[in-house]
């Protein structure tokens, strides 16, 4: 069964503007990640941030993660046409050893 | 490393027919998944394995669908008889150590299509 459900489901922006998908999920949690998911490709990680920690960047990236709220977001600045793509995020819940995923957000970034 | 290969990349077959898809991992990795992805369902695990050993494969819809892993190098995800509602994008991942600390590493994907 799905763990996270991400919001919005489709998100447009032009190139150059700030991209805000936000992840919502139920249970506790050891780390959550960020995938992304280009048409008729395989996923690929992107981010992990685990439970004690509140934020963390990677190149573009920044992803929040606020534990009492259940809730994290994935924040891509200065969007560029290729970053055109699904993200999903992926929750690792306490005691099990497999990932869960959202329903993912589709981000379409217009040149 | 190539990252995870999986083979074929597109599968067309009859409804009835025995369908293999075959998965090589990262070289290392200890942990095998198999998910599969709809648009009604989004991604759905089938079946994940530690060191080679099945540890939950309580997501196989049915006992058509049988999932094996001979070695550390290659597992196969069978369904006999395939049917209709099978057709979807089964994807193969790998990962060092569950992904509790680090990411899994995802194939390209086998799109089937059962007509």
């Known amino acids: 069964s799905q763990q996270g459900e991400e919001d919005p489901q489709a998100l447009s922006i032009q190139e150059g503007e700030n991209a805000t998908m936000n992840c919502s999920y139920k249970?506790?949690?050891?780390?959550l990640q960020w995938y992304r998911q280009n048409s008729g490709r395989g996923l690929v990680h992107l981010i992990l941030?685990?439970?004690?920690?509140r934020e963390k960047h990677s190149g573009r990236l920044r992803v929040t993660l606020d534990t009492s709220k259940k809730s994290s977001s994935l924040l891509i600045t200065a969007s560029r046409a290729a970053d055109t793509a699904s993200y999903f995020c992926?929750?690792?819940?306490?005691?099990?050893?497999?990932?869960?995923f959202g329903t993912g957000t589709r981000l379409t970034v217009i040149p | 490393d190539a990252g995870v290969i999986q083979s074929p990349r597109h599968e067309v077959t009859e409804m009835g027919q025995e369908v293999t898809l075959r998965c090589k991992p990262i070289?290392?990795?200890?942990?095998l998944f198999w998910y599969r992805q709809t648009m009604m369902r989004g991604l759905e695990l089938l079946i994940y394995?530690?060191?080679?050993?099945?540890?939950?494969d309580s997501g196989m819809p049915e006992d058509r669908f049988s999932a094996k892993m001979p070695n550390a190098s290659f597992s196969t995800l069978k369904i006999q008889p395939s049917e209709p509602r099978d057709s979807a994008v089964y994807f193969c991942?790998?990962?060092?150590?569950?992904?509790?600390?680090?990411?899994?590493?995802f194939g390209s994907g086998t799109r089937l299509t059962v007509v």
């Open positions: 992926a929750t690792s819940q306490t005691g099990a050893n497999n990932l869960f």
């Open positions: 249970t506790s949690i050891n780390n």
């Open positions: 941030i685990r439970s004690n920690e």
């Open positions: 070289s290392g990795h200890d942990y």
């Open positions: 394995f530690n060191n080679n050993v099945p540890i939950d």
């Open positions: 991942a790998s990962s060092y150590q569950s992904g509790l600390d680090y990411g899994y590493t």
